[in-house]
Nanobody, 121 residues
């Protein structure tokens, strides 16, 4: 059973930094893209950042220059370094990954359970 587990969320003051981690485990054959999304209460989930298997990255405009996505393939882990945080960054952050399962032999998107990030003023 493939699982993604996020960690690193918490309460931080505006202007501060936080680093999120998401580790994949289970019967994994290969991981393609890894992504971060976020969802504020009462709002739609939105894309934040993506990193391909070769390290190419892309971000939503609102976090460009402040957030950095990276990955450690040996640990099946994706990170999101968040700097210069503002109140608008407050949300539950979810990781997602496209994974080729050993048992199924098919590609599937897996989601973590989310980690809360709260930015105070």
């Amino acid at each position: 059973q493939v699982q993604l587990v996020e960690s690193g969320g918490g309460l931080v003051q505006a202007g501060g930094s936080l680093r999120l981690s998401c580790a994949a485990s289970g019967s994994i054959f290969r991981i393609n893209t890894m992504n971060w999304y976020r969802q504020a209460p009462g709002k739609q989930r939105e894309f934040v950042a993506i990193i391909t298997s070769t390290g190419t990255t892309s971000y939503v405009d609102s976090v460009k220059g402040r957030f950095t996505i990276s990955r450690d393939n040996a640990k099946n882990t994706v990170y999101l370094q968040m700097n210069s945080l503002i109140s608008e960054d407050t949300a539950v952050y979810y990781c997602a990954a496209e994974i080729l399962g050993v048992v199924t032999g098919t590609w599937r998107r897996y989601w973590g359970q989310g980690t809360q990030v709260t930015v105070s003023s």
